[in-house]
C-alpha cells in the first residue's frame, strides 16, 4: 500500500522558498510499530537524481541527491510499504523533507554521522576518528542546513527526545554537552539550550561557535567574554554526587561523568574529560574532546534558524492499518485473530484483504463514535480495537455483574439495548445505580445517577479551543493533536455530572468553540457550514447543540458537538493562524442568556496567541465585569517536555486569565489534559477546582430539603426521623429493589416499579382498628384522639426512641421561648422486645378513654402529668402494672414482685411515684436508670422505717438531721452527728480531715477541699424540660442530681442569714441555686424570696441542708420554661450572693453556670455580612461574630472584681454532639474564667455527677486544679498515695497486698485505687497507661507496670483508746486530742532507723533519736516547697522527688570537693552549698548557672559579671574575654604539655605562659571582629561556621610567638607575612601585591608576574581584567540580618566576604579625590559601596556632614576614625577599609527600596573617566519595592542614564539555603529587569 499518495508541493505554505528550491534529502520512517525483517519501504518512482537507501535496522528510508521539493514530493508519494509479517498491528509511517529523520514527538530533525560514512576527515582529507569540536562544526555547516535550520551536536532534555535517539540512531559518538567552561558545571553547550548566539549568517564554524574557547582542540586559555559559561546548566558534581539542577534530565551511565584523566588515544590531554559523548545503550559518559575512538555524532536541527515553510508542512504521519493486506487468500484472511478483524473483499479486482469492524478506522474520532469500539492509547501507534464490555457480553445480567469494565446493560441506547462501559450519567435507572455503588450515587433530589467524584456546583463554561494548523500535529499518543484533545472532551462530557437546565442546581452546561481563523469563531450546528471546503469526507451530523442553545447539559447532542467540531476542524489549515478574539466575543454572546450559574471560560491552545493584547482585553474585562466570568488557560504540549513553543504560548496566555493566576493557568501535555485539567474542574482540592467547583453539591437525598413532618411524609420515599435531630430521610424502602426484598420488609410496599413506604391508611382508622395494626399509634390529642402513623418503630437505638415526641393540639398554647411545650414523648424503649422502640402505654387525656383501655387506670395526683407538660390538669392516665399472674413473669418485670404471703404479683416499693421528681422527694426511693426504661426503685436503706432497724444494718444510718429523720445509705456524715474521729477512721471509705475549727469526717473525694461558696446558675428554657436519655425531664433531672450531690457534702450547716459572717472552715460547702430563662427576670421568678430560716435561701449561700432542698423543691415546682436569658441571674449573683456583705473572703467563690443551649443574650442570628453590626442586637466584630451587649459585660466585670471562678457547663441530651450542643458552646464559652478551656466542659447529663460534681475537690480534674490551693500531706486520703513510700510516711496509712484487682465501679481503674481516668484523658489512656502519683494522676503512652498493693487506713486507727492502741507493737497513742496512729521513724537505734524500708528515716547521733527526714518524706510538691530554705522539689527524677538543701559551711576544702552536694570557692578558700543539684542533664541545663559535667550537675565557674572579680579568680582559671565582655574559664590551663595543649583546637602552646586559649575562637558568632583580626578568618567550611586561626598564623605558630620567631619563619613563607600591631606580631596571609619581586611572586601558586609596562604581582583570578570602576548596591533591609548559610548575619557576611575580595585587587592606589583624573591603567580596580533599604534614602560613608540632605543620604553619622570614600570611586585601601567598617556600624535594617541608591551611582560614574569600564553590582536577597520595577515610575530613567554611560550592570540575589525559596524567586522577578 502507499501511504502517502496525495503529497504534493503546491500543498505546502512557503516563507522563504518554494517548489523549485532545491533540497539535498528527505525522509519516510516507520517511526512506531516496526516489525524489523518484514515491514519494507520501496520507492516505486523515484525522479533521477534522487538515490533511495532503506535501513532495515531502524525503519527509515533516506532520499538523497540534489532534486527540488516538487521532486521529491513526488518521490514520497510512491513509496510503497510492504510486510511479510502477520502482525496485524498497525504502523505509523512519517516523511519529512530534508535529509535527517523528523520526529513527530519532539518536531525535531535528527541524523547520526560516522567516520565509516566519510566525516572526521583529517587535513588530507581522509575519514577518521571524530573530535567534539569536529562534530559541532560538521552539524552546522552551512551544506547540511535543513530548510533554512542551522544543525548542531544534539541536545537531550528529555526521555522522550532520548527514546527517539536511542531507537532511532544507532552508533555512539558526541552530544552538545560539557562542562569545559567551569569544572563539574555541565551544560548543554549547542543549539537553542546552549550559548547565543548562532550567527546564521555566515559559514563556517563561526556560525555555531559559543564563546567558549574555540577553537579546539582543548585550551587552558580561560574564556572571555559575557557569554562564557553560558548554556542551560543540568547538573553539577560527578559519578554518584551528580546533582541535577533544576529537574533537568540526564542519562549518565553508571559512575559517570567521573572526569577520568588518564592518556588517551588521540590528540587529547591528561587534564580531565570534558564533553558528553553516549554509548550505543543511549547512557552517557564524559570523555576529552580529542579521543580518537569515537565513531560519530548526531545532529540536530530545531530552534536555531527559520524554517523556508509551514512547520505543519514539513512532515506528514499517518497511522496505516496493516494487519489484514497481507494476506492473498480468504482462508488466511479470516482466520486472522483476533476472530472477525479482516475479511475478504472481493468488490475489489482483484479480491483483497481488508480490516473489518473496529480495526478498519484509522482516527480517534471516528473511532470513539462507535460504540463498539475503543481507541487504545496504550499501543504504539494508538489503534482502533474492540471494546471490551459490549464485545464480551450480550446478556444484562453478566454485564452488570461485570467490574472489570466495569460493565453496564444500557437499556437506551438508541442502537439498541447493549452492554457498554460503565458511567454513572448514563445508567437512568435508580436499582441499577444503586447497584453500582459506591462507584455511582442515586441522587434522588435530582433524580439521576451520579459519579461521587464529580459532583460539580451549577457551573457553565465555554471551552475555547485552538483550531491553528499547529493542532494538526502528533501530539503524545494522539494522531492529531486535534482529535484527541477533542475526543478527551467527549470523554470527559460523557462521565460529568452534567446539569439538565440552567435552572438546575448542580453540574455542568457546557459549550465548545473554535478559534484561530482571523475573524471567525465557529460553534457547532446541525448542517455542513456554508462555504466549507472539504479536505475529507464530511460525516454528517445532527442534534448538535446549534440552533439558539449553546450551552447544554445533555450529553448527546454535546457528543454530536464533538464531531461537528472534528469535521470542522479539517479546513484550510494554511489561512489559520492563533487569533483567540473571535471566540472571546462568541462566548460573550453565549452568556448573554446564561441565566444565574457561575460562569468559565476556559481557553486551549498550543501556541502563542498572535492577536494585539488591548483586542483581547477589552473582550476579556467585558465577560469578567458583566458577567462575573473566570478565566482559565491551558497550553496543551504534543510532548512531556516542555518546548520554546510552548513556552511562548504560556507567556502569551498566562496574563489573560483570571486571579490568582497560579490557580488559573496550566502547561501539560495533552496526554494528561484530562487527568490533570478536565478531571479536576469540579474537585475543590484541586487548583482548579478551588475556584469553580466552592460550594460543590452534597445534597443526594431528595428528602432533605422537606422542612416539616407533613411534607416529608406526604413524600412515600422519604420518613419523618422525630428523634435527636427532627429530620426527613430516605425511607428504608427506597434502596429496596426487588419485589420480594421490598414486601418482605416491615412497613415497605412494591408499587409494581419501586419499594415504597407502605401508606398505612391510619388517619382513617378507629381506636379498636389502630390499636390492632402496629403501623399505626392511637395519638391521644389533647382535643381530639385520631389514628397516626407509629413513629416509634422506626427506631432501633434507645436515644433516638426516647426522643420521639408528638405534637398537641388545643388547648395547648406554648408559652413564649419554649416550643418544645406542647410535645408529648411517646415512645419507651425495651431492649427485649421486638421491635425495640414502641408507644407508651395509656397515653390518654381523658379519664373515660383512659379507663376504656385494658391495663390504664386515672389516677388522681397533685402534679402535673409525669409524660407531659404542666397544664391545669391533677389527673393522669397510668399503666396498671404487676398483674402478672406467675411469679416468673412477675419478678421478671423491674416494677413487680412475687408476695409470697398474698401469693400474688405486686409493685415494688417507690413504683408509685411515676417520675423522677416525685421518687427522689421520697426519701426511701431513687430513680434508677440503670436499666430501660427508668424505674423509681428502694435505696438499700429506704426499707427500714424505724431508727433501731436502720442502725442494725451496716451500710445504713439513721439521718438525724433531716425533717423528718429517715434511713439513708450510710456516708462519712454519720460520724459528724454527733462527730466521732474514732469511728470515722475506723471506716475504710472515710477520712478525718483534722481542721482546728471544724474537724470533721468527710469522704476521700472531698477532703482536699478549701472551703467554697458555690452559685449554680441553672437554664430553666424549655428546652430542658426534653427528654435527656433515660430521664424524662433534663430539667428535673439535673436538679435532683445536685440535690444527691449537696446530701453528700461537708456543709456548714450555717443558715442563709449568716452571710459573710460564715465561720465554719475544714473544708466546708454553701451553695445556692439561680434559674434563669426569663427575659427581664425579677429576683423572685429566679430563686425562692423571703424564705425563713430552715425553708430556703433566699438566693444567699448556705450551709443549711433542710434549705438547700427547699430551694431545689422550690425551683422543681417554679420552672420557668421560657427562652435562655441570662443577664438578670448572672447580674443577681454579682450583685447578692457574692457581696462582700454575704460571702466572706477566705471562702472561695465559685459560679457553675449549666445550660443546654445557645444563651439569647448573646443570639447572632440577625448578624451576618449583609446586615451592618449597628442592626444587630449586640452588635458584631469584624468576623460577624456576636459580640457580648453592655449588661453581660457588666455582669461579668462585677464577678471578676469579686474574685468569683466562673465555670460553664453545656449539658447535652445525648452521647452525640448536637449542633444545639455545638451551638450552646459557642455562646456560653466566652462567658467562663481563663483559661477557657480549664473553666468549661460539654457533658452528657449523666456524666455531670462523675466528671463535675464529684471532681469539685480532685486536683486531676480542671475544676479541682482550679479550686484546691497547696495544701499538705495531713489532708490527703491513704487512697491518694499511689507508691509505698510515700504511703508509709503517713501515719494513718498504710501499704497492704495484695493490690485490689478489680473495682466496683465499671469505670474504675486498679491503677488508680479505683477512681476513674480522668475525663481529659478517657477517650485517649485506658487505665493501664493511667498511675496515681504524688496525689496527682498521670497517664501517657506506655503501660503502666503494676504496683503489687494498695495504700488503705491502717489498722490502728480502729483503737479509739490507749489500751487498743498499745496491744500493737505498730501502733503508738499521741497528739492533741490523742488517737491511735502507725509508728513512723519510731526506732529506738540507728541501725533499724537508717535501715528503714522506705528510706524515711533519719538518726540524730545528738540526740538519739529517730525521726522522718524532714524534706525525704514529703511527697507533696506545695507541701516541700513550703518549707522555704530547707527542702527542694527535684523534678529530675521519675517520679518527682522533695530533697533536703544541703549545708556545706565549715567543710575543708577537701571535704568540699569531696561532696558533690558543695562548692569550693578558692578565692575566698570557703565551702558553700552547691546551687546545682540537679539530677538530669535536662533540668540542669535550664538553670544557666551549672552545667553537666561527667554524669553529674555542677556549677558553672567564672560566673563573675564584671573584670575585677574574674580577673582575680586566678585560682579558678578565669580570664576577663575582652570581645564578648564576659568572665570565661581558660581550660587550656588544664594542659600541661605542648603536645596536649596544641592538640586542643581552643588552645595555643606559648613557650612564655605555656598553654593559652587561642584567640581566634574568642570571637564566638563575631564574624566582623574575627575578620577583622589579622590573624584569624571566618571559617564557613564546617558546621557550624566559626573564627579560626589563618593558614599563616597555624604554620608558623605565632599567635602568641616572640616576635623573633615570626620575623625568621614568617618571612621565608611566600604565602604569608609578618605584621604588628597592639597584641604583638603575627604573620598574616600575604596578598599578590605584597610581592616586590618576580621570584617571591611567582613562588605563590595564586600569583604571577606582569612584566608588561608596569611590572607587579597580580592575583591570577583576575588577571584578564580591564581597568574597573565598580560601585557595590548593597541591600541594607532588615531580612539580610538572617542567617545565610554558615554565616550568622546575612549583611555582615556579605560584607567580610566583599573585604576579603577586596584585599585580593590590583587597586589603583588613587584615594577618592582623583574622580575622573584617575590615570592608573593595567587591569586595575576602583570601588564604592552604596546601601539601600528605607524610602528615599540611600546610605554612603561621609567624612563630613557638608552638602547634603539626611533625607537623601546616611551622612547623619560620618565616620568617627580615618578618612572613607566620601560616597565616591576609591583605589585606596584603606578608605575601602573605613567604608566597609562605616557599612557595618551603620547597617540600615529596614526595608528595599533601592531607587535613590541607584541614582546615586549614576552620580558616582559621573566621577569616573570613560578609558575605565562602569560596572554596577546590585546585591539583595528580597523582593524590592516597587514590586514590579519596570512598571514602576522611578526605575526606568534610572536604567536609561546607566545605559547612556555604558554601565553593565549585574543583579545578584543571595540565597538563605541551597534550595530556592519563594522570596528568591520574587526577588528575581523583581531585579532581573533592572540588569543590562
Known amino acids: 500500500m502507499t501511504p502517502f499518495p496525495d503529497i504534493d508541493c503546491n500543498q505546502i505554505t512557503f516563507t522563504t522558498c518554494d517548489c523549485s528550491t532545491t533540497i539535498s534529502g528527505a525522509v519516510m520512517d516507520i517511526e512506531e510499530g516496526y516489525v ?15 538515490t533511495a537507501n532503506f535501513d532495515t535496522s531502524t525503519g527509515i528510508m533516506t532520499l538523497t541527491g540534489d532534486a527540488t521539493i516538487t521532486e521529491y514530493a513526488a518521490a514520497l508519494a510512491s513509496i510503497q510499504f510492504k510486510t511479510t509479517s502477520g502482525n496485524g498491528a498497525s504502523r505509523r509511517v512519517t516523511y519529512n523533507y530534508g535529509h535527517a529523520m523528523y520526529s513527530t514527538v519532539t518536531g525535531h530533525f535528527y541524523e547520526y554521522y560516522s567516520s565509516a560514512k566519510g566525516y572526521c576527515k583529517d587535513s588530507q582529507g581522509v575519514a577518521g576518528k571524530c573530535h567534539w569540536d569536529q562534530g559541532q562544526t560538521e552539524c552546522a555547516l552551512e551544506s547540511h542546513d535543513i530548510l533554512g535550520l542551522v544543525g548542531y551536536l544534539v541536545t537531550i532534555t528529555d526521555a522522550t527526545e532520548q527514546k527517539v535517539a536511542s531507537e532511532k540512531l544507532h552508533g555512539q559518538g558526541w552530544i552538545g554537552s560539557g562542562d569545559v567552561a567551569k569544572e563539574g558545571e555541565w551544560r548543554w553547550l549547542t543549539g537553542p539550550e546552549g550559548c547565543p548566539p548562532y550567527n546564521t549568517a555566515v559559514t563556517g564554524p563561526q556560525r555555531s561557535a559559543c564563546d567558549l574557547g574555540y577553537p579546539l582542540p582543548e585550551s587552558k586559555t580561560p574564556c572571555t567574554g559575557v557569554d562564557c559559561g553560558k548554556g542551560t546548566l543540568f547538573g553539577t558534581g560527578t559519578g554518584s ?29 591528561t587534564t580531565g574529560e570534558d564533553y558528553g559523548h553516549y554509548y550505543s545503550d543511549g547512557t552517557w559518559n564524559d570523555y576529552p574532546n580529542g579521543h580518537d575512538n569515537i565513531e560519530g555524532f548526531v545532529c540536530e536541527w530545531g530552534g536555531v534558524g527559520d524554517l523556508c515553510m509551514s512547520p505543519d508542512d514539513v512532515y506528514g504521519t499517518q497511522v496505516l492499518i496493516a494487519g489484514c493486506y497481507v494476506y492473498d487468500n480468504i482462508g488466511a484472511c479470516e482466520a486472522h485473530q483476533p476472530a472477525g478483524s479482516c475479511k475478504w473483499d472481493d468488490t475489489q479486482n482483484p479480491a483483497v484483504c481488508v480490516e473489518n469492524g473496529c480495526h478498519a478506522y484509522d482516527n480517534e474520532g471516528s473511532c470513539e463514535a462507535d460504540l463498539l469500539c475503543d481507541w487504545d492509547l496504550t499501543k504504539s501507534p494508538a489503534e482502533c480495537v474492540d471494546a471490551y464490555c459490549p464485545n464480551t457480553h450480550k446478556a444484562k445480567d453478566a454485564c452488570n455483574a461485570d467490574t472489570l469494565g466495569p460493565c453496564y446493560w444500557n437499556a437506551n441506547n438508541p442502537a439498541g439495548a447493549e452492554c457498554q462501559k460503565r458511567v454513572c450519567g448514563d445508567i437512568t435507572d435508580k436499582c441499577d445505580c444503586l447497584a453500582a455503588s459506591p462507584d455511582c450515587i442515586w441522587d434522588s433530589a435530582n433524580t439521576h445517577c451520579v459519579d461521587p467524584n464529580v459532583r460539580c456546583p451549577p457551573v457553565d463554561i465555554v471551552f475555547l479551543l485552538d483550531a491553528s494548523a499547529s493542532m494538526t500535529a502528533r501530539f503524545g499518543s494522539h494522531a492529531v493533536g486535534f482529535y484527541g484533545m477533542m475526543e478527551e472532551m467527549r470523554d470527559f462530557l460523557h462521565g460529568a455530572e452534567l446539569a439538565p437546565s440552567k435552572d438546575a442546581t448542580y453540574g455542568i452546561r457546557a459549550s465548545m468553540v473554535q478559534f484561530g481563523k482571523p475573524g471567525e469563531a465557529q460553534t457547532a450546528q446541525d448542517t455542513k457550514p456554508a462555504g466549507f471546503t472539504d479536505c475529507k469526507p464530511w460525516v454528517p451530523v445532527t442534534g448538535t447543540t446549534g440552533g439558539g442553545a449553546p450551552l447544554s447539559g445533555d450529553y448527546s447532542k454535546l457528543s454530536n458537538d464533538v464531531t461537528f467540531h472534528e469535521n470542522f476542524f479539517c479546513r484550510d489549515w494554511s489561512q489559520l493562524r492563533t487569533i483567540l478574539e473571535p471566540g472571546l466575543l462568541e462566548a460573550e454572546k453565549i452568556f448573554s442568556g446564561a441565566g444565574t450559574r457561575k460562569k468559565i471560560v476556559m481557553i486551549v491552545t498550543d501556541g502563542a496567541l498572535h492577536d494585539k493584547d488591548a483586542d483581547i482585553r477589552t473582550v476579556e474585562d467585558r465577560l469578567k465585569t458583566n458577567y462575573d466570568a473566570q478565566v482559565f488557560g491551558i497550553v496543551v504540549r504534543k510532548a512531556v517536555g516542555h518546548t520554546n513553543q510552548d513556552r511562548q504560548a504560556e507567556a502569551k496566555l498566562k496574563p489573560l486569565v483570571s486571579d490568582p493566576q497560579d490557580e488559573h493557568f496550566i502547561n501539560v501535555d495533552l496526554d494528561h489534559f484530562k487527568e490533570q485539567v478536565l478531571d479536576t474542574i469540579c474537585d475543590p482540592n484541586s487548583v482548579f477546582g478551588k475556584g469553580i467547583a466552592a460550594g460543590t453539591v452534597t445534597v443526594v437525598s431528595g428528602c432533605a430539603p422537606k422542612a416539616t413532618e407533613t411534607d416529608c411524609m406526604a413524600d412515600l420515599d422519604c420518613k419523618w426521623d422525630a428523634s435527636i435531630s427532627p429530620s426527613c430521610t430516605q425511607s428504608e424502602c427506597y434502596p429496596l429493589c426487588t419485589e420480594t426484598d421490598c414486601n418482605a420488609h416491615p412497613g415497605c410496599k412494591w408499587d409494581g416499579k419501586d419499594c415504597k413506604r407502605e401508606e398505612t391508611g391510619c388517619t382513617a382508622k378507629n381506636e379498636a382498628d389502630c390499636k390492632a395494626d402496629d403501623t399505626c399509634m392511637w395519638d391521644p390529642m389533647w382535643a381530639t384522639n385520631t389514628c397516626i402513623d407509629n413513629p416509634c418503630r422506626v427506631h432501633d437505638e434507645e436515644q433516638s426512641c426516647e426522643a420521639v415526641a408528638v405534637e398537641m393540639g388545643a388547648p395547648c398554647n406554648p408559652p413564649a421561648g419554649d416550643p418544645d411545650y406542647c410535645f408529648l414523648s411517646v415512645c419507651e424503649y425495651d431492649p427485649n422486645k421486638s421491635p425495640k422502640c414502641n408507644p407508651k402505654k395509656c397515653l390518654h387525656t381523658k379519664e373515660g378513654d383512659c379507663n376504656a383501655e385494658d391495663g390504664c387506670e386515672w389516677v388522681p395526683v397533685q402534679d402535673p402529668p409525669p409524660a407531659g407538660p404542666p397544664s391545669t390538669l391533677v389527673e393522669y392516665c397510668a399503666e396498671k402494672i404487676c398483674q402478672y399472674v406467675s411469679d416468673t413473669t412477675c419478678n421478671a418485670d423491674t416494677k413487680c414482685e412475687w408476695d409470697t404471703a398474698l401469693d400474688k404479683c405486686v409493685e415494688r416499693p417507690c413504683v408509685k411515684h411515676p417520675d423522677e421528681a416525685s421518687c427522689n422527694a421520697d426519701t426511701a426511693c431513687h430513680w434508677d436508670t440503670t436499666g430501660t426504661p427508668p424505674v423509681c426503685t428502694q435505696t438499700p436503706c429506704g426499707g427500714y422505717p424505724t431508727q433501731q432497724a436502720c442502725e442494725n444494718d451496716d451500710k445504713c444510718m439513721w439521718q438525724t438531721n433531716a425533717n423528718p429523720a429517715y434511713c439513708a445509705v450510710k456516708t462519712c456524715e454519720k460520724y459528724n452527728y454527733p462527730k466521732d474521729e474514732c469511728k470515722c477512721n475506723e471506716d475504710p471509705d472515710c477520712v478525718w480531715v483534722s481542721d482546728p475549727t471544724n474537724p470533721h469526717c468527710a469522704i476521700p473525694s472531698m477532703a482536699q477541699c478549701p472551703d467554697l461558696d458555690v452559685a449554680f446558675v441553672i437554664d430553666g428554657s424549655g428546652s430542658m424540660w426534653r427528654s435527656f436519655g433515660r430521664h424524662a425531664h433534663g430539667f428535673t433531672a439535673l436538679l435532683e442530681m445536685l440535690r444527691d450531690w449537696v446530701k453528700t457534702l461537708p456543709l456548714t450547716g450555717e443558715d442563709h442569714t449568716v452571710k459573710a459572717a460564715s465561720t465554719v472552715t475544714g473544708g466546708t460547702f454553701r451553695i445556692t441555686f439561680i434559674q434563669f430563662s426569663k427575659a427581664n427576670a425579677r429576683p423572685d421568678e429566679d430563686h425562692p424570696t423571703n424564705c425563713a430560716v430552715g425553708q430556703c435561701t433566699d438566693g444567699l449561700l448556705s450551709g443549711n441542708l ?17 427562652w435562655t436569658y441570662i443577664h438578670d441571674a448572672l447580674q443577681d449573683v454579682a450583685d447578692t450572693t457574692f457581696l462582700p456583705a454575704n460571702s466572706p473572703p477566705h471562702r472561695k467563690h465559685v459560679v457553675v453556670i449549666i445550660a443546654d443551649g445557645g444563651l439569647t443574650d448573646i443570639d447572632g442570628d440577625a448578624c451576618s455580612a449583609g446586615n451592618p453590626c449597628g442592626q444587630c442586637p449586640w452588635g458584631c466584630d469584624q468576623n460577624w461574630q456576636p459580640t457580648y451587649p453592655g449588661m453581660l459585660d457588666k455582669a461579668q466585670q462585677d464577678l471578676r472584681v469579686e474574685g468569683v471562678i466562673v ?12 449542633y444545639q450542643d455545638d451551638y450552646a458552646e459557642l455562646r456560653l464559652k466566652p462567658l467562663v474564667t481563663d483559661p477557657k478551656d480549664d473553666h468549661f466542659m460539654n457533658l452528657q447529663l449523666d456524666e455531670i455527677p462523675s466528671q463535675l460534681l464529684d471532681k469539685f475537690c480532685d486536683p486531676s480534674s480542671p475544676i479541682g486544679r482550679s479550686l484546691i490551693p497547696p495544701v499538705d500531706s495531713t489532708h490527703f486520703p491513704c487512697a491518694t498515695w499511689g507508691f509505698q513510700d510515700e504511703c508509709n510516711a503517713d501515719k494513718y496509712c498504710e501499704w497492704k497486698q495484695p493490690k485490689l484487682s478489680t473495682c466496683d465501679s465499671p469505670t474504675g481503674c486498679p491503677t488508680l485505687n479505683c477512681q476513674a481516668v480522668p475525663a481529659q484523658y478517657a477517650g485517649m489512656y485506658q487505665c493501664d497507661n493511667c498511675k496515681l502519683q504524688r496525689a496527682t494522676i498521670i497517664c501517657g503512652a506506655g503501660v503502666v507496670s503494676a504496683i503489687d498493693g494498695t495504700c488503705a487506713s491502717t489498722s490502728c486507727k480502729e483503737c479509739c483508746d490507749k489500751d487498743c492502741c498499745d496491744k500493737d507493737p505498730a501502733c503508738m497513742w499521741s497528739g492533741t486530742p490523742a488517737e491511735c496512729t502507725r509508728k513512723v521513724c519510731e526506732y529506738t537505734d540507728k541501725t533499724n532507723c537508717e535501715g528503714d524500708k522506705d528510706s524515711l528515716c533519719v538518726w540524730d547521733d545528738n540526740t538519739k533519736d529517730c525521726s522522718k527526714k524532714p524534706c525525704e518524706a514529703i511527697f507533696v510538691k506545695d507541701a516541700c516547697l513550703n518549707k522555704t530554705g530547707e527542702c527542694m522539689w527535684d523534678t529530675g527524677v521519675d517520679p518527682p522527688v522533695c530533697k533536703s538543701i544541703p549545708t556545706c559551711d565549715g567543710k575543708s576544702k577537701a571535704d568540699c570537693i569531696a561532696d558533690p552536694k558543695c562548692t569550693h570557692n578558692c578565692t575566698s578558700d570557703v565551702c558553700r552549698d552547691s546551687r546545682c543539684l540537679y539530677t538530669t542533664s535536662a533540668t540542669c541545663s535550664v538553670d544557666s548557672s551549672c552545667e553537666w559535667i561527667n554524669g553529674a550537675c555542677s556549677e558553672k565557674p567564672c560566673t563573675y559579671t564584671t573584670q575585677q572579680p574574674c580577673d582575680a579568680a586566678g585560682c579558678e582559671n578565669c580570664k576577663w574575654n575582652t570581645n564578648s565582655q564576659q568572665c570565661e574559664e581558660d581550660k587550656c590551663k588544664v594542659h600541661d604539655n605542648a603536645n596536649d595543649c596544641n592538640q586542643d583546637p581552643l588552645c595555643v602552646w606559648d613557650g612564655m605562659t605555656p598553654c593559652v586559649t587561642d584567640y581566634c575562637p574568642s570571637y564566638g558568632n563575631d564574624l566582623v571582629g574575627c575578620d577583622h583580626d589579622p590573624r584569624c578568618h571566618w571559617n564557613t567550611t564546617t558546621m557550624p561556621a566559626s573564627c579560626q586561626p589563618t593558614e599563616c598564623t597555624i604554620a608558623h605558630n605565632t599567635k602568641y610567638p616572640p616576635s623573633s620567631t615570626v620575623a625568621d619563619t614568617c618571612a621565608s613563607d611566600p604565602n604569608c607575612k609578618k605584621g604588628t600591631d597592639a597584641k604583638g606580631d603575627y604573620c598574616e596571609t600575604a596578598k599578590c601585591s605584597d610581592h616586590l619581586t618576580n621570584c617571591e611572586c611567582t613562588k605563590n601558586p595564586d600569583c604571577y608576574w606582569d612584566s608588561t609596562t608596569d611590572p607587579k604581582c597580580r592575583n591570577v583570578h583576575v588577571s584578564a581584567c580591564p581597568d574597573l570602576d565598580v560601585v557595590f548596591v548593597l541591600d541594607g533591609s532588615g531580612s539580610m540580618s538572617a542567617t545565610f548559610g554558615n554565616h550568622p548575619h546575612g549583611y555582615y557576611g556579605m560584607v567580610e566576604m566583599l573585604r576579603d575580595w577586596m584585599q585580593t585587587l590590583p587597586l589603583t592606589g588613587e584615594d577618592h579625590t582623583v574622580g575622573a583624573a584617575s590615570s592608573v591603567t593595567g587591569g586595575t580596580f576602583r570601588l564604592a559601596f552604596v546601601q539601600f533599604s528605607r524610602t528615599d534614602e540611600y546610605w554612603v560613608c561621609k567624612n563630613t556632614n557638608d552638602g547634603c540632605s539626611v533625607s537623601t543620604r546616611g551622612c547623619d553619622n560620618p565616620t568617627p576614625t580615618g578618612t572613607c570614600t566620601d560616597g565616591q570611586l576609591s583605589g585606596d585601601l584603606n578608605e575601602l577599609n573605613v567604608d566597609l567598617d562605616w557599612h557595618e ?22 566621577g569616573s573617566p570613560s578609558h575605565r569600564a562602569h560596572v554596577l553590582i546590585v546585591i539583595t536577597d528580597g523582593a524590592m519595592n516597587p514590586k514590579e520595577p519596570q512598571s514602576s515610575t522611578e526605575i526606568p530613567p534610572i536604567r536609561q542614564s546607566l545605559d547612556a554611560m555604558n554601565v553593565i550592570t549585574f543583579g545578584v540575589v543571595v540565597r538563605k539555603n541551597a534550595q530556592h525559596t519563594k522570596a528568591d524567586l520574587d526577588a528575581e522577578k523583581t531585579l532581573k529587569p533592572i540588569t543590562s
Open 36 to 50: 524489523q525483517g518484514a515491514d519494507t519501504l520501496t520507492c516505486t518512482a523515484c525522479p533521477a537524481g534522487i
Open 241 to 269: 554526587g551528580f546533582v541535577v539542577a533544576n529537574g533537568e534530565y540526564n542519562n549518565w551511565a553508571s559512575g559517570e561523568p567521573n572526569e577520568y584523566s588518564r592518556p588517551c588515544p588521540g590528540t587529547c590531554d
Open 1106 to 1122: 433542710q434549705e438547700l432542698m427547699g430551694d431545689i423543691d422550690w425551683h422543681e415546682a417554679n420552672y420557668q420554661r421560657q
Open 1207 to 1218: 465555670f460553664g457547663v453545656v449539658m447535652r441530651r445525648f452521647t452525640q454532639h448536637t
Open 1785 to 1806: 556600624t551603620n547597617y540600615m535594617k529596614s526595608v528595599t527600596y533601592m531607587a535613590k541608591a541607584l541614582e546615586d551611582a549614576v552620580t558616582v560614574f559621573g
